[in-house]
């Protein structure tokens, strides 16, 4: 079973400030997707196949990547964004912790 | 607009089964799948698995192939999650969310509003 592995596992920036986050396939795979979650909250979709941005997505998330290595960024950061990230093929990455500085 | 709704908390023995069922509205049913996540407290996003609202393929992760089963009934756009075996470390939050027909976890873009399910003795 293919295991997603993210980095870091927690991140502390400021509001303004670019987040880079990583989601590491232990084998290749085809197709990627981003989640953000909020506490007491359902998953929202970022990204899908990699790079492409789910439908209300603000245009500052972008994915990138191919094979087994795949980066969320966030180029400007927002209060609303510091949640946790999840990257997902099949299997859920452990998360990323977006906290503020 | 896209829904989806979740039946509601349940509390369950050690042993026992659950199922848990997710009501589609506002898209046609069958041109989508329904992906099921959990989230134990405190704990990661666990995918469980996917099923085909168009050809009923369901794909389950390895964790959860033995005690899983997911369906779908296209008559009144609702898919269902039964666990069984229910262990105390299968409390958790259930979620479903819509996704590809034909591609297990390609996008979940709609998500219910999640399911408690507590097991204790």
């Known amino acids: 079973e293919i295991v997603l592995t993210q980095s870091p596992a927690t991140l502390s920036l400021s509001p303004g400030e670019r987040a880079t986050l990583s989601c590491r396939a232990s084998q290749s795979v085809d197709y990627l997707s981003w989640y953000q979650v909020r506490p007491g909250q359902a998953p929202r979709l970022l990204i899908y196949a990699a790079s492409r941005r789910a439908t209300g997505i603000p245009a500052r998330f972008s994915g990138s990547g191919s094979g087994t290595d795949f980066t969320l960024t966030i180029s400007s950061l927002e209060p609303e964004d510091f949640a946790v990230y999840y990257c997902l093929h099949r299997r859920f990455g452990q998360g990323t912790r977006l906290e503020i500085k | 607009q896209v829904q989806l709704v979740q039946s509601g908390a349940e509390m369950k023995k050690p042993g026992a089964s659950v199922k848990v069922s997710c009501k589609a509205s506002g898209y046609t049913f069958s041109d989508y799948g329904i992906t099921w996540v959990r989230q134990a407290p405190g704990q990661g996003l666990q995918w469980v698995g996917w099923?085909?609202?168009?050809?009923?393929?369901?794909k389950y992760a390895q964790k959860f192939q033995d005690r899983v089963t997911m369906t779908t009934d296209i008559s009144t756009s609702t898919a269902y999650m039964e666990v069984r075996s229910l262990r105390s470390d299968d409390t958790a939050v259930y979620y479903c969310?819509?996704?590809?027909?034909?591609?297990?976890?390609?996008?979940?873009?709609?998500w219910g509003q999640g399911t408690q399910v507590s097991v204790s003795s």
């Open positions: 969310a819509r996704d590809d027909r034909y591609s297990a976890a390609w996008f979940a873009d709609y």
């Open positions: 099923i085909s609202a168009s050809n009923g393929v369901r």
